[in-house]
């Protein structure tokens, strides 16, 4: 059976330039606490959760890193509802300011695996893949 109805318009969140900046100086600091600041400063830039989240999987703290995928992504979605999105529809990885929603997503997907909680990791998984298909493939070889 075809769908007849067209997908939704691809949800774009906006630009932060004071927050992209500040998390570039975290990331010239190298740091937990630089990228720290930036959550702590901007508290719904989810580049910065996602960047914590990817730091604290990295280093095998599988349970930090579990909750700042988890405050990044519910942070990400309230600022995809303010752009527009109503629950489904893409949300592209080429656009860079999706990118911290996406990545705690993908973060918040493998954490839960870790942790045992197979269905929540499906679900993320799927989620990120409904969003955009290129961002877990981005994501994964990163």
């Known amino acids: 059976m075809q769908n007849l109805l067209p997908e939704p318009p691809a949800t774009l969140l906006p630009v932060s330039e004071e927050a992209d900046a500040a998390l570039a100086a975290a990331a010239e600091q190298g740091t937990e606490d630089a990228y ?3 959550a702590a400063r ?9 960047a914590l989240a990817g730091r604290a999987l990295t280093a095998g703290q599988v349970v930090p890193a579990y909750a700042y995928a988890r405050t990044g992504y519910h942070r990400g979605l309230d600022q995809l509802r303010r752009s527009g999105w109503k629950g489904h529809g893409p949300v592209p990885w080429s656009h860079a300011p999706n990118q911290g929603f996406l990545r705690c997503l993908y973060v918040l997907s493998r954490a839960a695996g ?5 269905d929540e990791a499906a679900r993320c998984a799927q989620f990120l893949r409904d969003c955009d298909p290129a961002a877990g493939d981005a994501l994964a070889s990163d």
Do not use: K, N
């Open 36 to 38: 720290a600041e930036v």
């Open 42 to 50: 901007f508290p719904t830039y989810s580049a910065a959760w996602g």
């Open 114 to 118: 870790e942790i045992g909680e197979a």
